[in-house]
Nanobody, 127 residues
């Protein structure tokens, strides 16, 4: 059984940085396509970034390109999300997701294709 455990959230001032981590247990992360989603207060869950299992190709929500970077360390079974120049609009619960499927690029942002989800970690950007 695949389990995902996020960490690294917290309170940060606008312009600050955070790095989120998602540790995978129950399966080697190298065999997973993995992603980050987020859910701002009162809004629907939205795609943030993803990385394919086979090619390590990454994909991002367009408006986050340049500020957020997704990466993985398969030796540590961990997915990361480096978030820089944080804005109040980035305030949300951030979720790690994974699937054993090999998703095409256009499907990476669709949450229904992911089979496993973490419990989430809260990021609050406020002065």
């Amino acid at each position: 059984q695949v389990q995902l455990l996020e960490s690294g959230g917290g309170l940060v001032q606008p312009g600050g940085s955070l790095r989120l981590s998602c540790v995978v247990t129950g399966r080697a992360s190298s065999g997973l396509t993995m992603a980050w989603f987020r859910q701002p207060p009162g809004k629907d869950r939205e795609f943030v970034a993803a990385v394919k299992r086979s090619s390590n190709m990454s994909s991002y929500k367009n408006s986050l390109k340049g500020r957020f970077t997704v990466s993985r360390d398969n030796a540590k079974n961990t997915l990361y999300l480096q978030m820089n120049s944080l804005e109040s609009e980035d305030t949300a619960a951030y979720y790690c997701a994974a699937t054993t499927g090999s998703l095409i690029t256009s499907s990476l942002a669709v949450d229904q294709w992911y089979d496993y989800w973490g419990q989430g970690t809260q990021v609050t950007v406020s002065s």
